[in-house]
């Protein structure tokens, strides 16, 4: 339990015919070919044009990814997943798929660690014409084919950051991995994006928070329904992270952490992804779904003790259709007034959650709405005692001791 909860599909075409061969893929240039001083690297103040990667360098978390591989535990935690005391994390491609994504062109490049084209996309093709009219004249579309990713499009920079935070098939953390030490993953969009050191000017306007976690909210649910799909067609059994961790590691005595009614090893799904889709379709008006959204009917599949793979990709396909039609409609969405803020936020107040992964988003989502509504100290300091409940011990990397009474007493003095 001490490690269990702390903090990315290739499309295979076969061609009957021989055909042309497909364009290369993108190479990657490295950070250095960001880093001159006429470019990204010409100041060194943080979060100033011009200094952005002065930003990355010296104050974003991205740059270190490398080098925890190189950590005893990052070491120690490859040795056991892969089973071989000679497993070394700095080349492990399964490590570096996420840790320094450049080295899938380049092994060179690893100790760039996540990098500027890790979210901006391969540089090759538009290093030396991105700063010109006529590459900012052309549309997210064109850009992409030549590699880049359109990070000023909210929908196309959240599906970046899933790739990794959420997981993607054949680059995730399973529950083998997790096992080994690695931390489990409890993404969600607007907190990350709150507390990031940020290398470029947001829209104006509080309300950017609350359209970042509603849209956050649902490619986050449509990422992990993808993995689901694709455990359900090539796993050997059940995928043990896509099951509630309380399922098995909940304690027999002593207070519940876990107040769902079944009996302790009763399998249900791991729902973390999808906690806060109702919460989103209730903001109403443009944010509410274009067709149904129902979770629930996969998630009972997936908790389900000898549910056919067939019916998992089926359910998952429908949901998977309709949060792909529900993210796209929420990417038009106007950062402007939200009229639903404060009536989700006091329901959210009221929330009975069950367990620490339904109170951590619940918090999560009501300090997103917090910051739509009129300022209140009062509010916010609430909000704090709220999170100071969901904080894990010092030196535990799990809720150990997390009291739900003691989250849903801190919880009665949030007021909208």
């Known amino acids: 339990m001490r490690r269990l909860l702390s903090l990315t599909a290739l499309a295979v075409m076969l061609a009957v015919c021989p055909a042309a061969d497909p364009p290369a893929r993108p190479g990657y240039v490295g950070v250095g070919g960001c880093a001159a001083s006429g470019c990204h690297g010409g100041g060194d103040r943080v979060g100033v044009a011009g200094s952005e990667f002065t930003t990355w360098a010296t104050a974003d978390p991205h740059h270190k990814a490398y080098a925890v591989l190189l950590t005893e535990a990052g070491q120690r935690m490859t040795r056991l997943y892969r089973r071989n005391p000679a497993a070394d994390a700095g080349t492990d491609a399964a490590c570096l798929a996420c840790h320094a994504p450049q080295a899938s062109t380049d092994i060179s490049l690893r100790t760039d660690g996540v990098g500027c084209e890790a979210c901006h996309g391969p540089a090759q093709n538009w290093r030396t014409t991105h700063y010109l009219n006529d590459w900012r004249n052309l549309d997210s579309a064109a850009k992409a084919k030549q590699g880049f990713i359109p990070t000023r499009d909210l929908t196309g920079r959240i599906q970046a950051c899933v790739e990794c935070h959420v997981g993607k098939p054949g680059m995730e953390v399973d529950h083998d991995l997790i096992a080994a030490g690695h931390p489990r993953l409890t993404f969600e969009y607007a907190a990350y994006h709150d507390i990031y050191p940020k290398h470029w000017v947001e829209p104006a306007g509080a309300n950017f928070a609350v359209k970042s976690w509603a849209v956050g909210q649902v490619i986050t649910a449509s ?36 107040t769902t009614t079944r009996p302790p090893g009763a399998l249900s799904a791991n729902d973390w992804a999808f906690a806060g889709l109702a919460s989103v379709g209730e903001l109403g008006g443009a944010f509410a779904p274009p067709s149904p959204v129902d979770a629930q009917p996969l998630l009972n599949l997936v908790g389900q003790p000898g549910s056919k793979p067939a019916d998992v990709e089926q359910a998952a396909a429908k949901l998977q259709t309709a949060l792909d039609k529900w993210a796209a409609e929420l990417d038009k969405v106007p950062a402007a007034d939200i009229a639903g803020a404060r009536n989700v936020f006091t329901r959210l107040a009221d929330t009975r959650a069950t367990n620490w992964d339904r109170a951590a988003q619940t918090y999560l989502a009501m300090t997103a709405l917090h910051r739509s509504l009129p300022a209140s100290p009062g509010r916010q300091a609430s909000l704090g005692r709220v999170r100071d409940t969901l904080r894990f011990p010092h030196g535990i990397n799990s809720p150990a001791g997390f009291s739900l009474n003691a989250f849903h007493s801190a919880m009665k003095g949030v007021a909208p």
Do not use: F, M, V, W
């Open 223 to 258: 990422a992990q329904t993808r993995l689901i799909a694709e455990h359900a067609r090539s796993k050997r059994g059940p995928e043990l992270a896509d099951l509630n961790c309380y399922s098995c590691h909940r304690g027999l005595t002593g207070e519940a952490t876990d």
